[in-house]
């Protein structure tokens, strides 16, 4: 799993699904936009937890002029939130603090929160619902506060958001600070009943794969990725087709899928028949998110993910989204980067194996390969060697053993990967 993804797992993790990308702030405007790009910034932070960057936005003021009257709308901070509708519960928890110029008084500082939708050029909130437009006191020091708001009176083609801001008031001025943002939705839920192989762990001639990892007792109870999911010690209990392999994580995204919006993500088990089921081992695997169209992506700790090339339409019944057949398109992305989604097994598709450091590629050879951590972590000097009874980056084969040389090796899948002959060559994973 690429390093990006697993830090953005310590944030979007499930039931409490979180549509807010970046909650820190740290990546600018990439996530984050601004109403009234001339009255608001990002500016450095120091909000507890906070990292080097929040958000400032200049007050609506009765002595200064506003984008209100270029642009017809407010200074406000958004992001959109693609999968919430009408009926769902939002929950959103920030910091703020409030900046008045010296002459201002603090108490005639007023924080300001919309859950709304944007519909350029203006914000839209419905006027009837009680959650819908909100006025708090603000403070000059940093304050915590968590709001929620049942979403309602979105209109067709609108985009469901929250946008932050503030108010000065008495013929003062200021600007608000925002940051440590993050959200959960409380909404009707879809339910997803994906299909994959594993390359690394496949026997084709059995049409399943291996469960070394579960047999040797070395899948952890709780998910690999940062999430909050966990496993009981009764699922990993059973064999046969419906024994597990192997955690994973799944995504939903909208919008272009070369600069997509993750909507939600949840972490489950993967069965040697290649279902992928929640964490009590047999359901389809649900999101707190509501019915809609979406893509569907599977990213595993070291093979390759993917995303599907068309949007699934997905609701509270199960969707099968079935990744191991040639039928199923998936995303490939732009050149230079554009490769093989997947590797054709017979007549089946696998995830390719060997993404050891992850990040978005296999390599073989040069600067930051996936081969050497192999050799490394059996003792860096005596290729003979092994490391056992350890759930590993390096098993590229999941079968509980790190392996340099020999037979059911590591390193050779890992060159397999890139094609098998030109050991510089570079495979490259085709999710954003």
């Not at 979180?18 to 740290?26: K, M, T």
């Not at 006191?137 to 968590?146: F, G, L, N, P, Q």
């Not at 994906?194 to 990892?213: I, S, T």
């Not at 707190?288 to 997905?314: C, D, E, I, K, W």
């Amino acid at each position: 799993m690429r390093t990006s993804d697993l830090l953005l797992a310590l944030l979007l993790t499930c039931p409490a699904t979180a549509q807010l990308q970046d909650p820190g702030f740290e990546q600018g405007n990439t996530h984050w936009q601004f109403t009234c790009p001339n009255d608001a910034s990002f500016t450095g932070s120091n909000a507890p937890n906070g990292g080097s960057l929040c958000a400032q936005v200049t007050m609506v003021s009765s002595t200064q002029p506003d984008c209100y009257l270029v642009d017809g709308t407010l200074p406000f901070v958004y992001q959109p939130l693609p999968g919430v509708q009408n009926g769902d519960v939002v929950t959103l928890s920030f910091w703020h603090k409030s900046i008045p110029t010296p002459a201002a008084v603090i108490g005639d500082m007023q924080l300001l929160v919309v859950f709304g939708w944007w519909s350029p050029p203006t914000v839209g909130y419905d006027g009837n619902s009680a959650c819908a437009f909100n006025w708090y006191s603000a403070s000059d020091v940093w304050e915590a506060r968590t709001i929620s708001c049942t979403f309602s009176g979105v209109p067709p083609g609108a985009t469901p958001a929250v946008f932050l801001g503030g108010q000065a008031v008495n013929q003062t001025n200021g600007t608000m600070l925002f940051d440590n943002a993050s959200i959960s939705v409380n909404a009707t839920g879809v339910a997803l009943s994906a299909r994959a192989w594993l390359d690394g762990c496949y026997v084709q001639a059995q049409g399943l794969m291996r469960d070394d990892l579960r047999a040797a007792g070395l899948v952890p109870s709780l998910n690999p990725y940062g999430g909050s999911e966990s496993v009981a010690p009764s699922v990993l209990a059973v064999s046969g087709p419906d024994a597990i392999v192997d955690w994973v994580r799944l995504e939903l995204r909208t919008g272009d899928m070369n600069t997509p919006q993750t909507v939600a993500v949840r972490h489950a088990l993967l069965q040697r028949d290649g279902d992928i089921v929640d964490t009590d081992g047999t359901s389809p695997v649900t999101f707190n998110t509501g019915p809609g169209n979406y893509h569907v992506a599977l990213l595993h700790r070291n093979h390759l993910g993917v995303v599907t090339g068309n949007s699934v339409p997905l609701s509270a019944t199960p969707t099968v989204v079935d990744l191991r057949s040639p039928s199923t398109l998936c995303h490939t992305r732009p050149a230079p980067n554009t490769d093989l989604p997947r590797r054709t097994v017979g007549s089946t598709r696998t995830l390719w194996a060997g993404n050891v450091i992850g990040d978005d590629r296999v390599r073989y050879t040069g600067a930051s390969n996936d081969r050497d951590p192999v050799l490394v972590a059996i003792g860096g000097t005596v290729p003979t060697n092994t490391l056992s009874g350890q759930y590993r980056q390096e098993d590229v084969n999941l079968d509980g053993l790190v392996k340099y040389a020999g037979t059911g090796n590591d390193r050779d899948l890992i060159l397999q990967t890139i094609g098998g002959l030109v050991p510089t060559a570079v495979r490259v994973e085709q999710v954003p």
